[in-house]
């Protein structure tokens, strides 16, 4: 049984840093193409960064956001740096065989972890 698991969420002040996590159990984050997506109240799910064999970034957060992946771990991170009230909303990791940016692609989800960021 697949499960991702997120964390690492919270409020911070717009500037500041958030590092979050996810966690799998039952597949190997190595074989797969894992993205992190995220959801403001009242809006689509959006792309923000998947990897695989190279990091992808949508353009909102490049230069701002890096997914990394430890192999030992199991865990893929997403470092959100210089944030900003329009980062807000529900993070999530999800993980699917090929690379994708669209969220309809992907097999595996985590619960989600809320991000706030006030101003």
């Known amino acids: 049984q697949v499960q991702l698991i997120e964390s690492g969420g919270g409020l911070v002040q717009a500037g500041g840093s958030l590092r979050l996590s996810c966690a799998a159990s039952?597949?190997?984050?190595?074989?797969?193409?894992v993205a992190w997506f995220r959801q403001a109240p009242g809006k689509e799910r959006e792309f923000v960064a998947m990897l695989r064999f190279s990091d992808y970034y949508a353009e909102s957060v490049q230069g701002r956001f890096t997914i990394s992946r430890d192999n030992a771990k199991n865990t893929v991170y997403l470092q959100m740096n210089s944030l900003n009230p329009e980062d807000t909303g529900v993070y999530y990791c999800?993980?699917?065989?090929?690379?994708?940016?669209?969220?309809?692609?992907?097999?595996?989800w985590g619960q989600g972890t809320q991000v706030t960021v006030s101003s």
């Open positions: 999800a993980v699917n065989a090929a690379q994708s940016i669209r969220p309809a692609d992907y097999n595996f």
């Open positions: 039952g597949l190997t984050f190595a074989n797969y193409a």
